[in-house]
């Protein structure tokens, strides 16, 4: 099976948008609004966990205005009312997505964009908030003289990582956890995924951007959550010298593809969801795709940047 | 005065957003959506304009679903009907947007990217279509040895420029009219406004995406007229050698400027707006503005990457 970039696109970026009508039956109609104590949104949480909400001291659940408020005022409380909450579902078995624990909490943003809430990266999906990564491409830039083009590093996921086994990926990537900034993450990421010394990918890594979506995702339970999603995006210039080495067992190799080969995979479905978006949007920045070459260009950048509803960092 | 990047971005993408209260008052409270003849929504039309309308027999204004339809189910007579009515108002200085006449035919799309309508340059507002444009960035890349920084062609505007007079610019600029395409268009102005060889173009015209917004901008007589826009991003890589010359009389003269030198004229405001964020883009692309400098990052990608509520080619 053959699919478009835009397929891709809209695979990762699934969530209707406010002013189309499947809004109002897929978001509206299905979910609460996640309100600060202040009343500020802050993600969608679905009817069936905003009933489980109903029972818990801490959360307001208004069944008219279809919101669930979080009430403490202070941070320190609501990071422990969060904890404690996600920690009883955990050994409760109640949510599948609960089961991905990963013992890493993932900062929630007021509109000032400081940390207003701490969550355990698995339970974010089950609030509706804005997570954060960083995803880096590394690249060997094309030599015309030599005739080469564009060639990527791409590495194969583990078969036996719990999501997306054995599919393709960006050469590095990795969740931003509280506290740590969006360069040292990206950093640290290089290091641990692809051996790269701290020094080379410092002077190396080129910010360039971000992709931002909202994923909706059905776990085994059939809770389909929503995930708004930002992804810092980074370009590594590397060379055919700077073979990247997996130093955890989340890789199980890595293969220089041309452009012409990333294209292939790419179509064939066989890059994890959001990283194909991650390629797509390297390949417009570079021209590799083209107003020419590509029927739905400013879909898919409109698509690739949403604009949150809620605050970010 | 000192402005920040997220305020020449909003300046530009001034149109609320569907899911914010001022939409409500601030679009569907004052314009109607202007249909096709099948019912595709083309655009924004201010309430006066659609009043003008009602009068005339190829449209049908409904004042209670606040839409007016454009009839003919046929091409030609489409824009033969648009064609007559421009150079009617136009005429009779009926509104000052049209004082602005090009002579140059823009081109409005329906959902497959087909040609739907052809409409005069200065009209397009009154029917808040979406319009088209490519901007190109011509700059000399960094010098890590030597310690040059990025640099960048700017010229200046005529100050006998109808338009924004002795503002800065991109490069190069230009409106893609009827029936030309984008690639097409960024050689013929890199030839047109900067003396560019078609040779020198072809070879070294970068496509590197498009921002997309919707602008909102008050016109002599008071009205404050829609006009979403698409403009695609090209980088030119030049020298120091590859001085641009003006070849008509719409740049007064260019100037080689360092990344520092285009902030500070950014953010004193001395930039034409959109060509302000069509250099916001670039440096974000190239990692001068990175996630570390700029607190607004991700909203600045996301406003200048509007999804539009029209088709688009």
């Known amino acids: 099976m053959v699919v478009t970039y835009l397929d891709l696109v809209k695979a990762v970026d699934s969530v209707p948008y406010p002013d189309q009508s499947a809004y109002k039956t897929s978001v509206l109609e299905q979910s609460y609004v996640f309100l600060a104590h202040n009343g500020t949104p802050l993600g969608r949480i679905l009817d069936s966990v905003a009933d489980a909400l109903s029972g818990e001291p801490e959360f307001v659940v208004d069944t008219t205005a279809r919101t669930v408020q979080l009430t403490p005022a202070d ?22 997505v609960l089961l991905g624990w990963r013992n890493e909490l993932y900062t929630v943003y007021n509109p000032t964009s400081k940390a207003y809430l701490l969550i355990e990266r698995a339970a974010a999906a089950l609030f509706g908030v804005v997570t954060y990564g960083v995803h880096i491409v590394g690249y060997i830039p094309p030599n015309k003289l030599a005739g080469q083009p564009f060639r990527f590093w791409v590495p194969t996921r583990s078969p ?48 360039a951007g971000a992709v931002t979506y909202c994923y909706r995702h059905e776990y085994e339970d059939g809770l ?3 995930q708004p ?35 292939a995979e790419l179509v064939a479905g066989h890059f994890k969801p959001n990283t194909a978006l991650v390629q797509i949007d390297f390949m417009i920045r570079h021209g590799i795709i083209t107003p020419e070459n590509e029927p739905n260009y400013l879909e898919l950048l409109a698509l690739m940047h949403r604009r949150m509803e809620y605050p970010t960092r």
Chains 1, 2 share one sequence.
């Open 224 to 226: 389909n959550l929503f």
């Open 229 to 263: 999603e930002v992804e810092y995006v980074y370009d590594l210039e590397m060379s055919e010298d700077t073979v990247p080495k997996p130093t955890d067992d989340e890789v199980a190799e890595f293969r220089l593809m041309t452009a012409d080969e990333v294209h």
């Open 75 to 96: 941070f320190i409380t609501r990071n422990q009312v969060i904890a404690s909450l996600a920690a009883r579902w955990r050994a409760e078995r109640r949510y599948a």
């Open 160 to 207: 036996t990582k719990p999501t997306f086994p054995g599919m393709l990926d960006n050469t590095v990537a990795g969740g931003l956890g509280y506290p740590y900034g969006v360069l040292d993450t990206a950093i640290k990421e290089c290091g641990e995924e692809a051996g790269l010394s701290e020094d080379y990918s410092e002077s190396h890594l080129q910010p």
